[in-house]
């Protein structure tokens, strides 16, 4: 599916070049490419963080073969776009993948791209969205003209308004409070990368957490599917919010005790674009729920994603330092200083944390999520993940997976 490829390509090229939140000149970042098991994945971010666009290339979209698995990052400069865009009807398009290099062929002739260094604000990107869709669940499915017809009725870029979409009859309708069913979108003008690919499309699938009347703005997934390839963007719950910012992932950075775990299933993946987590703790001889931290902390370091089509993660390996999200997080570092200058005092399932000027209150509920009175968790409401104190206290004493 050449020209289906094609645009799925250029729009994630094109969600990498863009900010959606106070825009400037593109921001010229690059897509991350995976290699694997009958599989071909492109990924980026935007330039503000605030929306994960990834195109999957399935196997009746490959018409080749996969020589080896990989993950690596390339450049998207302007002759490759513009031999992207002239690709249509029959017309071939080749696409070679290397450690160091992309290589694609059109009629015209051939553009190769080479390998650039990723911007380290990604990495906190990667590792919190995979933990945010494992949440996800579908929530509607609509045909392809329905859904040219929905995104014609959005409101126009640089809106930032929080909307919410209901399932309707066989299309979407947008209503301004949350629902149960309803699924959150955040600046309805940051889904127009989804343009390009809609005449190609069969079906739009919305995914997203769980949602209720008064629920605050939270994530989704909003995915076209040609049968040979699948375009996704996952939006922030928020314009202004990127996801390198968004705190999900900091439960599993700050437990020890699933760092060995995580080495073992790390062992034993084997680019598998769909991990069966049962078959994985069967190998690993671990339970489910451990493995399923064990892949949350892998997550942290870009070493699995999370494709919610599937319900499943997969493998990749990002090219960072595995321990660099853990040090560039201020929570998680704080968290850990107070730890090691003994700040936390247990008291049943509460909890004090004395600072050098300050003194905290964190309270343990019975579902299992913290609340804190500094003023961080006052501003948030847990919405952007644990503050310093609550990690410091999950850090003690909780077990991974407790934090909200």
């Not at 190609?200 to 605050?216: E, K």
């Not at 299933?265 to 703790?281: E, R, S, T």
């Not at 850990?336 to 509920?365: M, P, Q, S």
Request: glycine letters at 10%; hydrophobic letters at 45%.
């Amino acid at each position: 599916a050449p020209a289906a490829a094609a645009a799925g390509l250029l729009a994630v090229a094109e969600v990498a070049r863009t900010r959606y939140h106070q825009p400037v000149n593109p921001a010229s970042l690059d897509p991350v490419v995976t290699g694997s098991r009958g599989r071909l994945r492109f990924e980026s971010f935007s330039g503000c963080c605030g929306v994960y666009a990834r195109m999957d290339v399935l196997p009746a979209g490959l018409d080749g073969e996969i020589s080896g698995h990989g993950t690596t990052n390339v450049d998207v400069n302007p002759p490759l776009r513009e031999a992207l865009a002239r690709v249509g009807g029959i017309e071939p398009l080749h696409v070679a993948v290397g450690p160091d290099d992309l290589t694609v062929s059109t009629m015209d002739g051939s553009v190769v791209e080479r390998k650039v260094p990723l911007p380290g604000r990604w990495l906190r990107g990667f590792a919190e969205v995979h933990v945010l869709t494992a949440g996800f669940e579908p929530r509607a499915e609509i045909a392809a003209a329905e859904a040219a017809a929905f995104l014609r009725r959005l409101p126009a870029a640089g809106d930032r308004s929080v909307l919410w979409a209901v399932p309707a009859g066989r299309t979407l309708r947008l209503t301004s409070r949350p629902v149960p069913g309803a699924v959150c979108l955040a600046g309805a003008g940051r889904l127009a990368a989804l343009r390009g690919v809609l005449r190609h499309a069969r079906t739009l699938r919305v995914y997203g957490p769980a949602v209720r009347a008064g629920s605050p703005a939270v994530p989704s997934t909003w995915e076209l599917d040609t049968g040979a390839l699948r375009l996704s963007l996952t939006l922030s719950p928020e314009p202004y919010r990127g996801f390198s910012g968004e705190g999900a992932a900091l439960a599993a950075l700050a437990g020890d005790d699933v760092v060995d775990d995580a080495e073992l299933v790390g062992a034993l993946l084997n680019w598998d674009p769909a991990i069966d987590v049962a078959a994985l703790a069967d190998a690993a001889a671990l339970p489910d729920e451990r493995v399923r931290a064990a892949l949350a902390q892998l997550g942290t370091a870009g070493r699995v994603g999370y494709d919610v089509a599937d319900g499943a993660y997969f493998h990749r390996v990002m090219p960072y330092d595995a321990g660099r999200a853990e040090r560039d997080n201020p929570r998680l570092v704080g968290a850990r200083a107070l730890v090691e200058r003994g700040a936390v005092e247990r008291d049943g399932e509460n909890a004090t944390v004395r600072t050098d000027a300050e003194t905290y209150r964190v309270r343990r509920h019975p579902d299992g999520a913290y609340s804190c009175s500094c003023r961080w968790w006052a501003r948030h409401r847990g919405q952007r993940g644990p503050c310093r104190h609550a990690l410091a206290v999950s850090m003690v004493a909780a077990p991974v997976g407790a934090l909200s």
